[in-house]
C-alpha cells in the first residue's frame, strides 16, 4: 500500500484484527483533526458516530459531507485525505479488503 | 448459500447493498425473537447496540454471549441461529465476503 493510514496517521486509525481476507481499522478523531493523505484499498466504512467531514482527493478535489450513525458505504481503491469540521467526534470502522 | 438468512428471516436481515466482493446485511431484532438455522459465508460482524445472546450451531451446541456497541469480529463460513436473550434491541452489521 502506498502510503498506509495505520503509518500516516497512526494516532487515529488503530488495526484491530487482520487476516488474510480483511484488515479492520478503527478511525476516532476530533473536530478539527486533519488526516494525510493516505491511501486504502477497496473497503466497507460503517460509521459508529454522527460526525461532518471535508474529504478531499490526490487530485485536490473536496467536498463536504454530513454522516449520521450506522451509515454503511462501500469504497473503490482511493487515496483521500479528510478533515472534522464538525462539532463532534468522529468513530469509524473500516473493512478493507484484500 | 444453502440458507440465504434474507430468505429464512428476512424480517430481521435486509440486504443494505451487494457487489462482486461483498454482500452487506443489516440485522435487527427484539427480545425473544429467534432466527432459523441459517448460513453465512466468511463475514466481519459489528455491533451496533448492546445486546445478550445465544448462538446454536447446526450441531446443536449453544453458547451464551453478551456484546456491547462497536464489537468487531471476524467468522469463518458457517450455519447458525441465534436467539435474543436479553432485555434489548440486537442491531448489528455483517459484512460478508465473496
Known sequence: MKHDPTITD??????????DRVRVLEYRDKPGDK???????DFVL?????????????????????????EVAFGKAQDHMGENIGK???????????
Chains 1, 2 share one sequence.
Do not use: C, Q, W
Request: a positive charge; glycine letters at 8%; proline letters at 2%.
Open 10 to 19: 497512526g494516532d487515529k486509525y488503530k488495526t484491530l484484527f487482520e487476516n
Open 88 to 98: 463532534t467526534d468522529t468513530h469509524v470502522i473500516f473493512v478493507e479488503l484484500k
Open 46 to 70: 460503517i460509521t459508529m458516530s454522527e460526525f461532518k467531514r471535508r474529504l478531499s482527493g490526490a487530485d485536490g478535489t473536496s467536498r463536504e459531507r454530513e454522516f449520521k450513525v450506522g
Open 35 to 41: 488526516t494525510s493523505l493516505h491511501s486504502h484499498p
